[in-house]
C-alpha cells in the first residue's frame, strides 16, 4: 500500500472518530431490518427475525467509524460479528487486531496493549510495539473486555481520549489511529454496578451496542446453519430426522455448540448432545433465565414464547408434520396453529 493511501484512510478514521466521539451514546437493536432476502453478513448467517434486525442495524454502522460494544453468551459469534463491521469499513483495507482481554497476563497487560521499551522490565531485551500501534489504521478489536484487569482500565480510557498511547518504559506519547470495537459475554452495567469495571470507561466504549441473539431465540436458523456447517466439510443436506433434533436442542453452547455437534455427526454418524440431567428441576431451569434487571411482563412473555415454540416443534415431529393432527392433540385452531408456527418462526423442517 503506498504512502498516500495510508494517509487517506488515517485521515478518514480520524475525522470519523472525532465525528462520533459527539455522538450521543446509543443502542440500536431492532433499527432498519434488513432486506428479507439478505441471509448473510460478513461470516454471520441466519434467516430468523433477531438476525433480520442485526444485519440491518450493522449496514446502518457501514458510514460511520464509531466504537461499537457487541454483547452475547460464549459461542454466539461475536468475533465473526467485529470482523463483519472492520470488512464493511471505510478501513476495510487496513488491519483487523483481534485482543482476548480474559487472557492478557495481568501483569503484561499494558506491555501488550501499549507496547514497551527495550529493558523497560525484566525481560524485555527488545523494543515491541503494542496491539494499538499493530492495528493502526483498523480496527482493534477487544474480545471479552469486562476480563481487563481493573489497573489498566484507566489507561485503556486515556488511550481512546487522546488518541495516543505510552509503551511502558517510556514517557513519550504515540499516536495511534483505530477503529475500537470490544465485545463482551458479561452484561458490562453490572460489573459496574460491582465496582469491576470503570463507569467511565463503559460510556467511552459504549457508543453503540450490539446485542448478539442467543440460539435459542432463533431457532429458525438452526436447519441453515447446520447445513451450511456441513456444507463446509464437504457432506450434503443433513438428513430430516437429524435437523428435527438439532432444532429442538436448547443450544447452551450457541453457535459453537452447534459446530462442533455437526463436526462429530459427519465423523462418527450418529449426534451426541448434551442433554439436560433428568434431577434438573424445572424452578432451577427458570431460575437460571429469569433477569431480576428485566420487567416482570417481558420476562413472563420471553418464558411463554420459548415454552410455546419448544411445544410445537416437540408436537410436529410427534404428529410428523399433519397440522391437521396437531391441531387436535393441542386442542388448538388449524388456523390458529398457523398463526402461530409462523409468528415464533418454528422451522419447516419440524413442519
Same mark, same amino acid.
Given at each position: 500500500?503506498?504512502?498516500?493511501?495510508?494517509?487517506?484512510?488515517?485521515?478518514?478514521?480520524?475525522?470519523?472518530?472525532?465525528? #462520533?466521539?459527539?455522538?450521543?451514546?446509543?443502542?440500536?437493536?431492532?433499527?432498519?431490518?434488513?432486506?428479507?432476502?439478505?441471509?448473510?453478513?460478513?461470516?454471520?448467517?441466519?434467516?430468523?427475525?433477531?438476525?433480520?434486525?442485526?444485519?440491518?442495524?450493522?449496514?446502518?454502522?457501514?458510514?460511520?467509524?464509531?466504537?461499537?460494544?457487541?454483547?452475547?453468551?460464549?459461542?454466539?459469534?461475536?468475533?465473526?460479528?467485529?470482523?463483519? %463491521?472492520? &470488512?464493511?469499513?471505510?478501513?476495510?483495507?487496513?488491519? #483487523?487486531?483481534?485482543?482476548?482481554? @480474559?487472557?492478557?497476563?495481568?501483569?503484561?497487560?499494558?506491555?501488550?496493549?501499549?507496547?514497551?521499551?527495550?529493558?523497560?522490565?525484566?525481560?524485555?531485551?527488545?523494543?515491541?510495539?503494542?496491539?494499538?500501534?499493530?492495528?493502526?489504521?483498523?480496527?482493534?478489536?477487544?474480545?471479552?473486555?469486562?476480563?481487563?484487569?481493573?489497573?489498566?482500565?484507566?489507561?485503556?480510557?486515556?488511550?481512546?481520549?487522546?488518541?495516543?498511547?505510552? $509503551?511502558?518504559?517510556?514517557?513519550?506519547?504515540?499516536?495511534?489511529?483505530?477503529? %475500537?470495537?470490544?465485545?463482551?459475554?458479561?452484561?458490562?452495567?453490572?460489573?459496574?454496578?460491582?465496582?469491576?469495571?470503570?463507569?467511565?470507561?463503559?460510556?467511552? %466504549?459504549?457508543?453503540?451496542?450490539?446485542?448478539?441473539? $442467543?440460539?435459542?431465540?432463533?431457532?429458525?436458523?438452526?436447519?441453515?446453519?447446520?447445513?451450511?456447517?456441513?456444507? &463446509?466439510? @464437504?457432506?450434503?443436506?443433513? $438428513?430430516?430426522?437429524?435437523?428435527?433434533?438439532?432444532?429442538?436442542?436448547?443450544? $447452551?453452547?450457541?453457535?459453537?455448540?452447534?459446530?462442533?455437534? %455437526?463436526?462429530?455427526?459427519?465423523?462418527?454418524?450418529?449426534?451426541?448432545?448434551?442433554?439436560?440431567? &433428568?434431577?434438573?428441576?424445572?424452578?432451577?431451569?427458570?431460575?437460571?433465565?429469569?433477569?431480576?434487571?428485566?420487567?416482570?411482563?417481558?420476562?413472563?412473555?420471553?418464558?411463554?414464547?420459548?415454552?410455546?415454540?419448544?411445544?410445537?416443534?416437540?408436537?410436529?415431529?410427534?404428529?410428523?408434520?399433519?397440522?391437521?393432527?396437531?391441531?387436535?392433540?393441542?386442542?388448538?385452531?388449524?388456523?390458529?396453529?398457523?398463526?402461530?408456527?409462523?409468528?415464533?418462526?418454528?422451522?419447516?423442517?419440524?413442519?
Amino acid at each position: 500500500m503506498n504512502k498516500s493511501s495510508i494517509c487517506r484512510r488515517e485521515e478518514r478514521l480520524t475525522h470519523a472518530s472525532g465525528q #462520533f466521539r459527539r455522538t450521543a451514546c446509543a443502542t440500536l437493536v431492532g433499527a432498519n431490518d434488513a432486506p428479507p432476502s439478505v441471509r448473510r453478513y460478513g461470516h454471520l448467517l441466519g434467516r430468523s427475525s433477531s438476525m433480520g434486525e442485526l444485519f440491518g442495524m450493522l449496514m446502518q454502522l457501514e458510514k460511520s467509524l464509531a466504537t461499537v460494544l457487541i454483547h452475547g453468551e460464549s459461542g454466539t459469534g461475536k468475533e465473526l460479528c467485529a470482523q463483519a %463491521i472492520h &470488512q464493511h469499513s471505510s478501513v476495510s483495507d487496513g488491519p #483487523f487486531v483481534a485482543v482476548n482481554c @480474559g487472557v492478557l497476563d495481568r501483569t503484561l497487560a499494558r506491555s501488550e496493549l501499549f507496547g514497551h521499551e527495550r529493558g523497560a522490565f525484566t525481560g524485555a531485551s527488545e523494543k515491541r510495539r503494542g496491539y494499538f500501534q499493530e492495528a493502526s489504521g483498523g480496527t482493534l478489536f477487544l474480545d471479552e473486555l469486562g476480563e481487563l484487569p481493573l489497573d489498566v482500565q484507566p489507561v485503556l480510557l486515556r488511550a481512546l481520549e487522546t488518541r495516543s498511547v505510552t $509503551p511502558v518504559g517510556s514517557t513519550s506519547e504515540v499516536p495511534v489511529n483505530v477503529r %475500537i470495537v470490544a465485545a463482551s459475554n458479561r452484561r458490562l452495567d453490572a460489573e459496574v454496578a460491582a465496582g469491576r469495571f470503570r463507569e467511565d470507561l463503559y460510556y467511552r %466504549i459504549r457508543v453503540v451496542q450490539v446485542e448478539l441473539p $442467543p440460539l435459542r431465540q432463533r431457532a429458525a436458523d438452526v436447519p441453515l446453519l447446520a447445513d451450511a456447517m456441513a456444507s &463446509q466439510q @464437504g457432506a450434503g443436506k443433513l $438428513p430430516l430426522d437429524v435437523l428435527e433434533r438439532l432444532v429442538s436442542h436448547d443450544w $447452551p453452547g450457541n453457535v459453537r455448540e452447534l459446530r462442533n455437534a %455437526i463436526e462429530t455427526y459427519l465423523a462418527v454418524g450418529k449426534l451426541q448432545l448434551r442433554e439436560r440431567t &433428568q434431577d434438573a428441576s424445572f424452578e432451577s431451569a427458570l431460575a437460571d433465565f429469569v433477569d431480576p434487571k428485566l420487567p416482570y411482563a417481558e420476562q413472563k412473555e420471553q418464558v411463554v414464547e420459548r415454552f410455546a415454540r419448544a411445544y410445537l416443534t416437540r408436537l410436529l415431529k410427534k404428529t410428523a408434520g399433519n397440522r391437521s393432527e396437531a391441531a387436535r392433540v393441542s386442542g388448538l385452531e388449524r388456523s390458529y396453529l398457523g398463526k402461530l408456527l409462523a409468528k415464533l418462526e418454528v422451522p419447516e423442517a419440524c413442519a
